[in-house]
């Protein structure tokens, strides 16, 4: 029983190094060569930005030897959209001050200040139990 432990054991440490040693060259080699790029990592086209318009849609902007493309894709089709000579000019994001959290902070506090005055007791509320119902006819008697 021993001896059949110690022969696994053996037999892992031996293969161990073995299998990631394959895993390294394919992954370095062989996916290189499948994706179509050259083994010094040179490389013809670079996808600059790409923005998803849905789970199988988007865009992209290539460069491919110093020229830039739109493009548009879907799952069974791609679509070019702009070619430019240059890279756009980025998008400005929008000013931070216009919507800051202390904005939310002080909306949120005011929208729950109407709904507490709202739903305080006997401020137009009906009815004994405060629940905003009317009261039952039998309930009234009592």
């Known amino acids: 029983m021993d001896s059949e432990i110690l022969w696994l054991f053996i037999r892992v440490i031996v293969l161990l190094p073995l299998i990631l040693a394959l ?3 394919t992954i370095k080699y062989g996916l290189a060569r ?3 790029f050259t083994a010094t990592g040179g490389r013809r086209m670079k996808v600059v930005e790409h923005l998803a318009l849905g789970p199988k849609a988007g865009l992209a902007l290539v460069e491919i030897g110093g020229r830039y493309y739109l493009v548009a894709f ?3 089709s791609i679509q070019l959209l702009k070619e430019f000579d ?3 000019e980025p998008i400005s994001e929008p000013n931070p001050d216009i919507r800051s959290t202390t904005d939310f902070k002080e909306l949120l ?3 729950i ?9 006997g401020s137009g509320r009906q009815g004994k139990s405060g629940s905003g119902c009317p009261e039952s006819e039998e309930s009234k008697k009592d």
Do not use: D, N
């Open 23 to 25: 895993a390294y060259f």
């Open 34 to 36: 499948s994706r179509g």
């Open 74 to 76: 879907q799952e069974h």
């Open 86 to 88: 240059s890279l756009p």
């Open 109 to 111: 506090s005011h929208k």
């Open 113 to 121: 200040k109407q709904l507490s005055q709202q739903y305080l007791p």
